[in-house]
């Protein structure tokens, strides 16, 4: 088993800057890509955000936050980062990240085996 804990939402205002963290625990996760996700209500389809492959070195932008986030990792604190600039009020959400099964970043949820409980992001106007 997997367990991931996102940190470091908050509220900031429009322009402003975060970086989220995510934890893994009860196994390394240096071998599979891991990815961001974020989901602005209820009901409202998970979306895609970013994913890093296992080696750190391949990321994979939205077209929505390309030139804004950067996702990274450090392999050897089992954790992966997301650094959000620029924000702006559109980028309200739920933000979580995820495990892929798969050593190759991936776009798509069905690759994502293991899932955080997700930390809230709010950017004021």
């Known amino acids: 088993q997997v367990q991931l804990v996102e940190s470091g939402g908050g509220l900031v205002q429009a322009g402003g800057s975060l970086r989220l963290s995510c934890a893994a625990s009860?196994?390394?996760?240096?071998?599979?890509?891991m990815g961001w996700f974020r989901q602005q209500a209820p009901g409202k389809e998970r979306e895609f955000l970013a994913s890093m492959d296992s080696s750190g070195n391949n990321g994979d932008y939205a077209d929505s936050v390309k030139g804004r986030f950067t996702i990274s990792r450090d392999n050897a604190k089992n954790t992966v980062y997301l650094q959000m600039n620029s924000l702006k009020p559109e980028d309200t959400a739920v933000y979580y990240c995820a495990r892929c099964k798969y050593a190759l970043a991936s776009r798509q949820l069905y690759n994502y085996d293991y899932w955080g409980q997700g930390t809230q992001v709010t950017v004021s106007s």
């Open positions: 009860g196994r390394t996760v240096s071998s599979n890509a």
